[in-house]
């Protein structure tokens, strides 16, 4: 286990320092209206014949609502209500289809949620279907779903399989009884195990687990519980987020009580637990929060200097175009990005209506894409080429990152910025000096560590 030096002063406050998490660039708190016009003119323009498309599918329910959820979702066991949004899904496919230029097919197709699983493994091979037929799925293409491991059976799992899932990631957050009490989710540890094998027996080969340290009342302890655990299952993927308590946006947090919240240096402390117990274990370290096992396809990528990152996270998912599909989802095209309607009713109307059901979004230009680029090798590399900053740009950016660099979490060594060892779990705020936008302290983001 590492030794746990105490961080100074300095770094505390950049640590406990709300900066975005930058799944995107521009982030989302720079988007304004967009009209469906312009959306269609970048679908129609925006995609070659040859380029592979990633799909992402928004499931905006759960059966009940966890404390520390940060997700778009509402709880529901209404299935009209279910098959209401399933139709919606249905309809959007089409719709899309038929605005979409000659492409590669879908080489990254991932449901996220939500509880995507709540439509059944029927449902989902339906919509697996459809896409294939409308589409086209490349050979070899990644299909994965978040699953919630309380909502798992044989049936479920077999149908996956046969819809020709690849990916699964499940939701454990902490092992620990007590800990889950103090977040509304009770899951016993026997459920994620039992859910892990039934997903390889099914022939689903790779599995994620995702963990969580900040958590209230949570301690090193219960971190290094649950991430031996998570090694023990030998799943592909671990990501170990960190809780962002953010009930001003999302009310029901305020069940969770704020007054045992870790601060930032037992925060900083079990993130470096999980790092340490998962390095010890095999697993490569890659960006900011996210370990895999050597074989696996994510740390592959980053060993090719491929690892990329979305609105789903880290990724290998390295399409030009990325559609949502669903209720509040958001695509990326070369134009900008696209955000759907987050109200299921005029979600589910719009798309009955004909209408692409975008209502949100940015228009990106030739520096944000630059600026985007950076921000993305940063996080994803943790080292940038300062060649491929403008030169116009570079003052503006060298100013900024004056005081990162006086705090040692980044140097620059033959022209390369380099994010230091005690600087990575600090590499959003070192992406934020690449931000034209972000002016600290004016936006309402989740703590830095
Ligand atoms: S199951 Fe997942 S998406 Fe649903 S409320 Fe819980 S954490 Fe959020």
């Not at 030009?320 to 299921?344: R, V, W």
């Amino acid at each position: 286990m590492t030794q746990h030096v105490t961080p100074s002063r300095a770094l505390l406050a950049l640590a406990e320092a709300k900066v975005p998490r930058y799944t995107s660039y521009p982030t989302a708190a720079q988007f304004g209206v967009l009209e469906e016009g312009l959306y269609r003119s970048w679908l129609a323009n925006g995609v070659a014949p040859a380029d592979p498309l990633s799909l992402y599918v928004h499931v905006p329910f759960c059966r009940d609502v966890c404390w520390y959820c940060a997700c778009h979702t509402r709880p529901t066991r209404s299935e009209a209500r279910l098959s209401a949004y399933a139709d919606a899904l249905m309809a959007e496919m089409v719709l899309l289809h038929a605005a979409m230029p000659a492409h590669g097919g879908i080489s990254h197709l991932h449901f996220g949620g939500g509880t995507p699983s709540i439509l059944g493994g029927e449902g989902l091979r339906r919509i697996v279907a459809r896409l294939r037929d409308l589409f086209g799925i490349r050979s070899g293409a990644e299909i994965a779903i978040e699953l919630d491991p309380r909502l798992m059976d044989e049936r479920l799992t077999d149908a996956l399989a046969e819809a020709g899932f690849s990916r699964a990631s499940l939701g454990v957050q902490d092992i620990a009884p007590d800990i889950q009490a103090r977040i509304g989710r009770p899951q016993p540890a026997e459920l994620v195990r039992a859910g892990v094998e039934r997903l390889r027996r099914a022939g689903i080969a790779h599995v994620n687990l995702d963990l969580m340290y900040g958590l209230p009342g949570q301690t090193a302890r219960h971190v290094e519980a649950s991430t031996r655990f998570a090694a023990a299952l030998g799943a592909d993927r671990v990501a170990v987020f960190g809780y962002a308590h953010v009930a001003w946006m999302k009310p029901h947090q305020n069940a969770i009580d704020a007054s045992i919240l870790p601060g930032a240096i037992e925060r900083m402390e079990q993130a470096e637990v999980a790092e340490s117990v998962l390095c010890s274990a095999g697993y490569a370290a890659l960006g900011l929060d996210h370990f895999a096992l050597p074989g696996d396809s994510m740390t592959r990528a980053a060993m090719a200097g491929r690892l990329r990152r979305n609105f789903q996270g880290y990724t290998t998912d390295d399409a030009p175009a990325l559609l949502g599909l669903g209720a509040s989802s958001i695509g990326a095209l070369p134009g900008g990005f696209a955000q759907n309607e987050p109200d299921e009713r005029r979600y589910i109307a719009a798309v009955g209506a004909g209408r692409l059901p975008v209502v949100r979004g940015v228009v990106t230009n030739e520096e944000d894409r630059l600026r985007a680029r950076c921000i993305e090798r940063l996080m994803c590399e943790f080292r940038l080429d300062l060649r491929e900053v403008p030169p116009s740009m570079l003052p503006e950016i060298m100013h900024k990152l004056e005081s990162v660099r006086h705090d040692g979490l980044v140097a620059i060594d033959s022209g390369s910025l380099l994010v230091q060892p005690q600087g990575r779990r600090f590499v959003r705020q070192v992406a934020a000096c690449f931000d034209a936008y972000f002016r600290s302290g004016t936006a309402r983001h989740s703590v830095a560590v």
